[in-house]
């Protein structure tokens, strides 16, 4: 946490400060390069996107890049439009700010756009060269898909974690997609057939959305309540299990993914 769905909620949270000026800025110089705020204040937002887990504030001057770690937010004019992260702290202390863009409407009240990160694990870009992210989440097909995951002879949970092959998938969501498509985490991802990597691509195509709408990556079958309790597979055709795979902890089903 975060992953691409909560990138997502948050570049369109940040659309509504297209078209206001940077009046002024404040940034953590130890997340940020040297001579940022000057660098953007003055410019305008005009546009803001995603590839990945990455945001990029468009504006006309260089572009804005804000790259999460495992417990940062965003808060746009003063509104936090996901409240927590499941797995980082519910206080919000502005000690923890990384980054305030002061543009528009508060002046130099409340910040425009507002990073904050208990700790520090992400970071502010200019400019940020994405060159090296595989396929977006919301682009993913077996066509795009399968050359980049059946190469690697690491699981295909690790395969999937790679943000050079899936831009965007996280530990929850790369959990989902493999339960949701029937295929153990821990088999090697150059073992898959065409028909399972088409089953991975549908299943992120399918219930990655969902799971957008409903408001992110905790939101899906295996979610956080589910990872804690084990127990029966929602499936009904065995029993959850939880270990490490691919350095992350994983919770799949013992019978009904092979």
């Known amino acids: 946490m975060p992953e691409g769905l909560e990138a997502e909620i948050w570049r369109s949270a940040i659309t509504a400060t297209i078209g206001r000026r940077i009046t002024s800025c404040w940034v953590d110089e130890r997340v940020a390069p040297p001579s940022f705020a000057d660098a953007v204040v003055g410019s ?3 546009d803001v996107g995603r ?14 890049g804000l790259h999460f770690g495992m417990t940062g937010r965003v808060v746009v004019d003063g509104n936090a439009v996901i409240e927590r992260l499941e797995y980082s702290s519910d206080r919000d202390e502005a000690t923890w700010d990384r980054l305030l863009i002061f543009a528009g409407r508060g002046a130099d009240r409340v910040p425009a756009i507002r990073m904050n990160d208990p700790r520090r694990l992400g970071h502010i870009s200019l400019d940020p060269d994405l060159e090296h992210l595989g396929v977006d989440i919301f682009a993913v097909t077996a066509r795009r898909l399968g050359p980049r995951l ?3 002879r690491t699981s295909v949970k690790a395969a ?22 029937a295929i153990d985490p821990r088999r090697t991802a150059d073992s898959l057939l065409p028909n399972e990597v088409r089953a991975v691509a549908s299943a992120i195509r399918r219930r990655l959305p969902i799971m957008l709408r409903r408001g992110g990556s905790t939101t899906g079958t295996i979610d956080p309540h589910v990872r804690r309790a084990l127990g029966p597979c929602p499936r009904g055709d065995g029993e959850l299990v939880r270990a490490e795979v691919g350095g992350r902890t994983t919770v799949w089903c013992d019978r009904h993914q092979c």
Not at 55 to 62: D, N, S
Not at 163 to 179: F, I, P, T, Y
């Open 44 to 46: 305008r937002i005009v």
């Open 51 to 64: 590839t990945g887990k990455v945001v990029v504030i468009g504006t006309t001057g260089p572009a804005i």
């Open 150 to 152: 059946t190469r690697r």
């Open 160 to 181: 999937l974690l790679d943000q050079s092959v899936v831009a965007g998938l996280g530990n929850l969501c790369v959990d989902e997609v493999l339960w949701w498509s």
